[in-house]
């Protein structure tokens, strides 16, 4: 059986039995995506829905998040996006990331864990051999967290 098919047989395995018994279910992903722009001109473009993060960390060129948030009947879509400034004059503030989430109207209560791994390679500066930056989520009370992070290179 190939592995893409055996994964997705076990992603399907969990989100039955979370959603059906309203359990914790614990799904790990290793597969990376790129992040996504946003601006002024395309900000509320992705959903906000809630979600904690449960920890964070650079590895390599790859900012590796583990996110928890209710679901478990229906497909959730993790985006991490990266909020360009609305202005550029100088000093720019360090890049700043958003964790979006779209629970897509997902009513069920089990609470679901995944590891996401996204590529940031993008923020790299010419000259410069680290870039701080900061990572935002919103949980389920409304609370934004902001971690700051170095990504070296």
Same mark, same amino acid.
């Given at each position: 059986?190939?592995?893409?098919?055996?994964?997705?047989?076990?992603?399907?395995?969990?989100?039955?039995?979370?959603?059906?018994?309203?359990?914790?279910?614990?799904?790990?992903?290793?597969?990376?995506?790129?992040?996504?722009?946003?601006?002024?001109?395309?900000?509320?473009?992705?959903?906000?829905?809630?979600?904690?993060?449960?920890?964070?960390?650079?590895?390599?060129? &790859?900012? /590796?998040?583990?996110?928890?948030? @209710?679901?478990? !009947? +229906?497909?959730?879509?993790? %985006?991490?996006?990266?909020?360009?400034?609305?202005?550029?004059?100088?000093?720019?503030?360090?890049?700043? &990331?958003? /964790?979006?989430?779209?629970?897509? @109207?997902?009513? !069920? +209560?089990?609470?679901?864990? %995944?590891?996401?791994?996204?590529?940031?390679?993008?923020?790299?500066?010419?000259?410069?051999?680290?870039?701080?930056? /900061?990572?935002?989520?919103?949980?389920?009370?409304?609370?934004?967290?902001?971690?700051?992070?170095?990504?070296?290179?």
């Amino acid at each position: 059986m190939k592995p893409t098919l055996a994964a997705l047989l076990l992603v399907m395995l969990f989100a039955t039995i979370a959603c059906h018994n309203k359990e914790y279910a614990e799904i790990v992903t290793n597969d990376s995506s790129e992040y996504i722009v946003l601006s002024y001109f395309n900000y509320d473009s992705l959903r906000s829905d809630p979600v904690t993060l449960i920890n964070g960390r650079v590895d390599g060129d &790859f900012l /590796i998040l583990k996110l928890q948030y @209710g679901g478990g !009947c +229906k497909d959730h879509q993790v %985006n991490l996006a990266l909020i360009l400034p609305d202005c550029g004059t100088p000093p720019l503030p360090p890049p700043t &990331f958003e /964790i979006r989430h779209n629970a897509n @109207g997902d009513a !069920c +209560k089990a609470l679901i864990t %995944n590891e996401y791994r996204f590529n940031i390679s993008g923020i790299r500066q010419n000259g410069m051999n680290e870039t701080a930056f /900061i990572l935002e989520s919103k949980n389920s009370s409304g609370e934004i967290s902001r971690t700051n992070y170095t990504y070296k290179y």
